[in-house]
Each structure stands twice: as structure tokens, then as C-alpha cells.
């Protein structure tokens, strides 16, 4: 069982980037799907979410209108569009698949992937 979040990197601040969350070992399709983030000594938070079927998502506030999340099941991968970065923004992305339904919480999830570092540059 194995979550692989993958296309952070670093972009000016106005940039784009697309991350990507691949399972492997497990469907994908039977979890909700969290994308978190962490900063060196804060909390890690929830940033955006889907549900099992696709039909409900949720955005932190920070991110409303900014970041779009979408799953392809076919492809077992998760995907979370961020458009409009800030400087803000710069954080470590994690993805995580959570059995119990669509949540914020970060203790709500099962399995996790290594991280992928996102820099934005002012």
C-alpha cells in the first residue's frame, strides 16, 4: 500500500502547479482523499478534499478559488490544481487516503505519501 504525491517544485508567485497523488497496492476509488500541507513548526493542515465518488470536496479557506481538486479512479491517481500561488502557499504537500469518510482531520487517515516540497518565490 503506497501513496506517491508527486509536481511540487518551484514556481514564481502568480504560477500554477499540479500535484499529483498516485496509489498503488490499493483502489483508490474506496477512499476520500486529503491534500494537507506543513510548514516547518506548525500544525499540519488540511487544504482540500474529495470524497470517495468525487461528489463532495472541501477547500480551506485560503485556498477557495485558487485550488481545484479532481480525482481520475480509472488512473487510481488525485489531483490538486493550484493556480494564483502565493508565497503562503510554500509549504510541503502531503496527500492521504482516509477510509472513514471525507474530513479535515489529519487523524482520520490511514495512509500517506512521502511529501513534495512547493516553493514559492515573491
Known amino acids: 500500500v503506497q501513496l506517491q504525491a508527486s509536481g511540487g517544485g518551484l514556481v514564481q508567485a502568480g504560477g500554477s502547479l499540479r500535484l499529483s497523488c498516485a496509489a498503488s497496492g490499493f483502489p483508490l476509488a474506496s477512499y476520500a482523499i486529503g491534500w494537507f500541507r506543513q510548514v516547518p513548526g506548525k500544525e499540519r493542515e488540511g487544504v482540500s478534499g474529495?470524497?470517495?465518488?468525487?461528489?463532495?470536496?472541501y477547500y480551506a479557506d485560503s485556498v477557495k478559488g485558487r485550488f481545484a481538486i479532481s480525482r481520475d479512479n480509472a488512473k487510481n491517481t488525485v489531483y490538486l490544481q493550484m493556480n494564483s500561488l502565493k508565497p503562503e502557499d510554500t509549504a510541503v504537500y502531503y496527500c492521504?487516503?482516509?477510509?472513514?469518510?471525507?474530513?479535515?482531520?489529519?487523524?482520520?487517515?490511514?495512509?500517506w505519501g512521502q511529501g513534495t516540497q512547493v516553493t514559492v518565490s515573491s
Open positions: 474529495v470524497s470517495s465518488t468525487g461528489g463532495t470536496t
Open positions: 492521504a487516503a482516509g477510509g472513514r469518510g471525507l474530513s479535515r482531520l489529519v487523524y482520520l487517515y490511514d495512509y
